[in-house]
């Protein structure tokens, strides 16, 4: 099982990136869970044809417990498997204690020993000053990060945040920076502004994504780009991020794809 998260600032576009890039690696014939860990809980909405999954954390306070793993997932394109932490309304409580409650419930319930995926994909907001929103860096949860930007100064600022709040973990074995995916918004030299980025951040940049107006047309429909046209040349580009995380560096072993999901 390979745990990624994949950050970025807020509005770069990563959970449709996040959403889309899982799409892929289920349309490879792997088992998928993405877990959205934003109290919005709107990360997977493009997996499940609009459905909005049950915010666990919601779900706790209406409820009080939760005792079936099926209560709080939501099957989505391809089988994959949809979470979403939620939270507190805004002004009212702690997003990132949200998270830590949604996390420990996943795991009182034996959630990755129910659904076995081979990916599991944390779409996480990029404010990890926090607690809650850097636990999947330093509690083991995920073993690697995958930043998502565009050239623009305030998103390479967050993606510096980021990198720098892995760095104050890199002695305690937690996740590792796998690169970069550029998520253009065709500004002047912004491949190059993220090139020089990755290379001060002694990363590289795994995936670019033009812009590409396919990407909202099918958004409207409540689907990914994968799902909506895999053909696209935008579809081409995503597929090929996946097969890059599918198929780690050298000193990793690529997962081979496991059977079709058994829903339960």
Do not use: W
Request: glycine share 10%; hydrophobic share 40%; net charge negative.
């Amino acid at each position: 099982m390979r745990k990624i998260a994949f950050y970025g600032k807020g509005g770069i576009g990563k959970s449709t990136l996040t959403s889309s890039i899982a799409a892929a690696i289920a349309s490879r014939g792997y088992r998928v869970m993405q877990i959205g860990c934003d109290p919005k809980a709107d990360s997977t909405m493009n997996l499940t044809g609009g459905e909005k999954a049950v915010p666990i954390v919601n779900y706790l306070l209406e409820q009080g417990d939760c005792d079936r793993i099926q209560d709080i997932a939501t099957i989505g394109y391809k089988g994959i498997v949809c979470f979403e932490a939620g939270g507190p309304k805004p002004g009212t409580g702690c997003a990132g204690r949200g998270i830590v409650t949604a996390f420990e419930l996943l795991n009182e319930l034996d959630a990755f020993e129910m659904y076995q995926p081979d990916f599991v994909l944390y779409d996480v907001l990029g404010d990890v000053v926090c607690g809650g929103f850097a636990m999947p860096i330093r509690n083991g949860y995920a073993e690697e990060v995958v930043i998502i930007t565009s050239g623009e100064k305030m998103a390479l600022f967050a993606a510096g945040n980021i990198k720098m709040a892995m760095d104050h973990y890199k002695d305690r074995n937690y996740a590792t920076l796998r690169g970069l995916i550029l998520n253009k918004r065709n500004i002047d030299h912004e491949e190059t502004l993220v090139r020089n980025f990755a290379e001060s951040a002694d990363t590289e940049v795994i995936g670019i994504v033009e812009r590409d107006a396919a990407i909202q047309t099918y958004e409207e429909q409540n689907k990914t780009v994968i799902e909506g046209d895999p053909s696209l040349p935008v579809s081409q580009r995503i597929f090929e991020i996946a097969d890059t995380l599918i198929h780690p560096p050298a000193a990793k072993q690529a997962l081979s794809p496991s059977h079709t999901l058994e829903v339960v």
